[in-house]
């Protein structure tokens, strides 16, 4: 995996048709996104439960490109294992999940995999002061974690324009999670974000009979956010 800044689309599975996962991974790759998404939550750390370690094991062969695992689960250090082993690219943590994330951070990266964090609507930017040398991702939740569909909250624009400005040169990318389609992907782009997360955007109106709606949805919200940076150039 190496690091660019350009404009990443990566699907969230947990809008995709859960009784056909390979299918869906394979047809979303083929209609052009970057990376996937994989959503993992606990029934408390979030009021949700999607998948363990065996799905996301499960995934790993349909996936060609870059499987980005969200662990929305506390504690999370217990699993960061079975996580990397079951093939994730990036493992993020969530801020909140415990007192230790610089603890986790460390274990994510020794289990050989990239280390992004996962910071809440409610949580400041700061919380990643004297982490930014251990994370390869910093994941700015636009939405309260748990749940697809939601809407985008607009305060954390300027949470991603003060998390650009601490990054500086260094190589992390910052990505953007919840409620971003083609109205609210130029936002995030123009405030410095380039790994754009979207599920119900990108899966609706299509099928894995009709995955060339995969492909229209994720062009527009590529085309929206480059052109919002050629805007600002
Ligand atoms: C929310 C998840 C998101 C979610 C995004 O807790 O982390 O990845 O699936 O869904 P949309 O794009 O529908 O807001
Ligand atoms: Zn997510």
């Known amino acids: 995996m190496s690091f660019d800044r350009s404009i990443k689309i990566a699907p969230s599975i947990l809008s995709a048709d859960f009784a056909n996962f390979g299918t869906e991974i394979r047809a979303i790759e083929a209609q052009g996104c970057d990376w996937v998404h994989v959503d993992v939550m606990d029934g408390h750390f979030v009021p949700n439960l999607t998948f363990g370690p065996p799905a996301v094991k499960a995934f790993r062969p349909h996936v060609g490109t870059v499987m980005d695992v969200h662990l929305m ?5 217990p699993y960061i294992e ?35 964090i996962a910071l809440n609507p409610g949580t400041p930017a700061e919380a990643v002061d004297y982490l930014l040398d251990m994370v390869d991702l910093i994941c700015v939740m636009t939405v309260n974690p ?24 260094r190589p992390i990318h910052i990505e953007i999670d919840g409620g971003v389609d083609p109205t609210t992907a130029p936002l995030v782009a123009e405030a410095g974000a380039d790994v754009l997360v979207a599920g119900s955007a990108v899966f609706k109106g299509g099928s894995v009979e009709m995955p060339e709606v995969y492909g229209e949805n994720i062009r527009a919200i590529r085309t929206a956010a480059t052109e919002a940076l050629r805007a600002v150039a």
């Open 82 to 116: 079975a996580f990397a082993e079951a093939g994730s690219d990036i493992i993020t943590a969530h801020v909140e999940a415990g007192p230790h994330i610089h603890r986790t951070l460390q274990a994510i990266r020794a289990n050989g995999a990239k280390a992004g």
């Open 146 to 169: 748990g749940f697809g569909g939601q809407k985008f909250i607009h305060s954390q624009i300027e949470k991603v324009r003060t998390l650009r400005k601490m990054i500086g040169d």
């Open 73 to 77: 689960i506390a504690p999370v250090d």
